[in-house]
């Protein structure tokens, strides 16, 4: 899989990506990154009547919904594919628009101990604005392994969406941090979900007209893609 993604391509495509994530303030304290949530989020589906299962979403702009309508973005269509399927899901978007994974640990105590109850899955994607602050992949594995070990130690079941280095940053950083998430999900018996953008880099018709990131078609691919992981997440 690895091989078939990993292309001029893809590295062109993922760099731009993380260029329009931005870099998070590491500054911020969790109390203002938590309000961020509120601010950069499409939380409509947040305004649905309470549902038998809730699932957290924490990660990035890629989860946010930027540059979506309403009801357009991961989250919205994701819980409308899955509520399609006959499951009664809520799904809680904490994605933040430039969040690197060290802001991510920081908020993530103050984001959980916000939910009206304990979440039945933590969908959890970020590390790729640590990409474009360069940050040493030993960093991300320390604050994703944080996290993971954060989420079961509440007894939180994990799905982790991945990322890729491109190309361009060499072959030992790649090397280094493309085995930071099935590790991961080795390590703490998690779901994995390898790469969020399988499907979607390298096709100009999947993204909007910034050329980065994903529009509502390429959303439906994406959800499409990973939506049948969720839902056997969910089943344990």
């Known amino acids: 899989m690895l091989s078939r993604l990993i292309t001029y391509g893809f ?5 731009q990506l ?5 870099p998070a303030n590491d500054t911020q304290a969790p109390a203002q990154e938590a309000q961020q949530t509120v601010n950069d989020t ?3 589906v947040d305004k649905a009547p309470e549902a038998k299962t809730l699932i957290l979403a924490f990660g990035d702009s890629l989860y946010a919904g930027y540059g979506l309508d309403p009801g357009e973005g991961f989250v919205p269509e994701l819980q409308k594919a899955l509520n399609d399927a006959g499951q009664d899901v809520r799904i809680h ?13 920081r908020r993530m105590d103050f984001v ?4 009206p109850k304990k979440p039945d899955l933590v969908l959890l994607g970020l590390g790729g604005n640590d990409l474009l602050r360069g940050l040493k992949p030993s960093e991300t594995r320390f604050n ?20 890729l280095a491109p190309p361009n940053l060499g072959k ?3 090397d280094e941090f493309n085995v930071i998430y099935p590790a991961l999900a080795k390590k703490y018996d998690t779901a994995l979900y390898p790469f969020f953008m399988d499907g979607v880099v390298g096709r100009p018709d ?7 990131h994903p529009n509502a078609k390429g959303v439906d691919v994406i959800v499409g893609k990973i939506a049948p992981d969720v839902k056997a997440a969910l089943q344990g």
């Open 11 to 15: 590295g062109f495509a993922i760099l």
């Open 18 to 22: 993380l260029i329009a994530c931005g």
């Open 42 to 44: 499409d939380n409509s």
């Open 93 to 105: 978007n904490a994605g933040v628009s430039g969040d690197t994974t060290a802001a991510g640990l």
């Open 112 to 115: 959980l101990d916000s939910l």
């Open 144 to 163: 994703m392994d944080a996290m993971v070990k954060k989420l079961t130690g509440r007894g939180v079941p994990v799905m982790i969406t991945g990322m």
């Open 172 to 174: 030992e950083f790649s």
């Open 206 to 212: 999947l993204i909007l007209p910034d050329g980065i």
